[in-house]
């Protein structure tokens, strides 16, 4: 199929796509007389993977290293399973921040009057070195 058709199926961007093996997370797929890009159901499949990592937070690096444990029948879980709880490590790290950050927000929010006066507290916490 067309990269495009390869696109609509796995739900990855043909800009993407063209990122990926670029970057050697997909295989370069064979090529037409015509020129265009030729992808296999394997190739959708492997989108698909991709994309569902994503989703969960994984960054280019350990999506490769699935990707290796994905191919790899000798595997073990116990691999797969440390990759995902280090993920889910730094997601709780990050989701703690970013609550910190809300709240800050909030606060300076509650602080500032909103009216026709260009005194703020938002704007002297920002300008604060």
């Known amino acids: ?10 739900g990855v961007s043909q800009r993407m796509i063209r ?3 670029k970057i050697g997370l997909v295989p370069q797929p064979p090529r037409r007389d015509s020129g ?5 159901a394997a190739d959708v499949q492997r989108l698909h993977f991709i994309a569902n990592a994503r989703d969960l937070g994984f960054p280019i690096e350990e999506i490769r ?9 000798d595997r073990s879980s116990a691999d797969v399973k440390q990759l995902a709880t280090a993920r889910a490590g730094e997601l709780h ?9 809300r709240h800050a927000l ?24």
């Open 93 to 101: 790290r990050k989701a703690l921040a970013l609550e910190r950050m």
């Open 36 to 40: 265009y890009r030729d992808y296999s």
């Open 19 to 21: 990122h990926y093996e």
């Open 65 to 73: 290293t699935l990707l290796g444990l994905w191919s790899d029948q």
């Open 1 to 10: 199929m067309k990269i495009g058709a390869a696109s609509d199926a796995s």
């Open 106 to 129: 909030l606060d300076l929010a509650a602080r500032c009057h909103g009216d026709d006066r260009p005194d703020c507290p938002i704007i002297d916490t920002l300008e604060q070195h």
